[in-house]
């Protein structure tokens, strides 16, 4: 028994992870080198006392709670993460999970806590997350500026149009002011009426009246234009919150395709079948905006992989329903489809299909962890070689507080 002690205590200790063990009077049991190397408490100072006293910076009571609730599921549980400070004052997040003990009765015994500081792996994440998002606004910037620059050109025309049209007006208005002072003093000369009808007859007046709101009103359209790519952008880019909030998916999605318009004009129509009932999804608008661009755009370059230089138009079609407690979002493309080779590592980080220099593998990979990580939700796909490939998100309707 001695030597199994040794051979145990030699393996707890040998473990990266951190092991604590809790015994059924809620008192620590296990404590490994990790754990001291970790927290900056040796076994000594924990063992044999109650974990809640245990002198850890972090929030017991949710810690606590999250346990219980691990331990009463009867399927597994993911691990839950949490957050500490060491005492050196450093912020450090842990990933936990817990393992109850049983005895042969199934009584409870206890339970094992096997926690790893996640720190440095989720800045990682994050840096990646980020770098994709600017990657992503790099390729959306300049078929913006185009987008923008179109109704811009017509803001130019038109306001020369009607600068020009109001010098030509204005000399009509002060020949009729002229007249109109000799009619008064009934002294009206033939030839001013004739140079009258002179200038009116050089401008055309009447293409004027006829010409002069079309200019307005295309004017007015394109400012309208600018403003909703505007609105689109800001909504895209800074949706307003980091923590989870109900969201208008839908309207997501408009803004989305507004913002990518410029990546798939050229090359698709995008048909929108958006469920106008569909409730708010509590979720993260930024990240969620990432995937739905993502996969427009993926989509987009699928189709016009397919299409070459043909000139034809393929097809994207975007629809939502909510189906039981789900938000699914499907995105489907007429694109080439997805290799049967290739479409086990569709979300695997640095995977990518396209060619060197066009993509980075990074797209699929961190969607799938912001609708699955983050969102609790499912990121699939269908595919069929030659025909296209459908993305279907699924996201809960009614999701957890972050």
């Not at 549980?77 to 957050?83: A, I």
């Not at 096997?114 to 300049?142: C, F, N, P, R, Y």
């Not at 009258?196 to 234009?225: C, F």
């Not at 938000?327 to 080779?341: L, W, Y």
């Amino acid at each position: 028994m001695a030597l199994a002690h040794q051979q145990n205590s030699r393996l707890l200790s040998s473990l990266t992870s951190i092991l604590i063990g809790v015994d059924e009077q809620q008192c620590i049991s296990h404590w490994n080198d990790k754990a001291s190397e970790t927290f900056g408490l040796t076994a000594e100072q924990v063992q044999e006392k109650p974990i809640a006293e245990c002198p850890i910076d972090w929030n017991w009571q949710q810690i606590s709670n999250q346990i219980e609730t691990n331990l009463s599921s009867s399927h597994k549980t993911d691990r839950f993460e949490t957050r500490f400070k060491q005492h050196n004052g450093s912020n450090r997040l842990l990933s936990i999970s817990v393992t109850p003990y049983n005895d042969s009765t199934g009584h409870s015994d206890g339970y094992l806590l096997i926690a790893d500081d996640v720190t440095e792996q989720k800045q990682l994440e994050s840096e990646m997350q980020q770098a994709q998002k600017l990657q992503s606004i790099g390729q959306l910037a300049a078929g913006i500026a185009h987008e923008i620059n179109t109704p811009i050109q017509y803001f130019g025309d038109n306001v020369r149009f009607l600068r020009d049209a109001f010098d030509d007006i204005s000399e009509i208005i002060d020949s009729q002011h002229d007249l109109v002072e000799q009619a008064r003093s009934n002294n009206i000369a033939v030839g001013q009426i004739d140079k009258l009808d002179e200038q009116i007859d050089e401008v055309d007046l009447e293409y004027l009246q006829e010409e002069i709101p079309k200019s307005i009103q295309q004017t007015l359209d394109g400012v309208e234009r600018v403003a909703t790519i505007v609105r689109a952008m800001k909504e895209f880019s800074h949706p307003g919150s980091e923590e989870k909030t109900p969201t208008d998916i839908n309207k997501a999605i408009e803004s989305t395709v507004t913002v990518a318009r410029n990546v798939w004009k050229y090359h698709a129509e995008v048909s929108l079948d958006l469920q106008p009932s569909l409730p708010p999804v509590r979720c993260i608008p930024g990240p969620v905006n990432e995937v739905l661009l993502n996969i427009i755009v993926n989509a987009a370059h699928a189709i016009a992989e397919k299409v070459g230089e043909s000139g034809e138009l393929g097809n994207i079609d975007i629809a939502t329903e909510a189906v039981e407690d789900w938000c699914v979002i499907r995105i489907r493309d007429s694109g080439a489809g997805i290799p049967e080779d290739a479409r086990n590592h569709v979300f695997d980080p640095f995977f990518t299909t396209k060619d060197v220099g066009k993509g980075t593998g990074q797209g699929l990979s961190l969607s799938h962890k912001i609708i699955v990580d983050q969102h609790d939700g499912e990121l699939s796909f269908e595919t069929e070689l030659g025909v296209g490939t459908t993305f279907i998100i699924k996201l809960p309707i009614i999701g957890e507080m972050n």
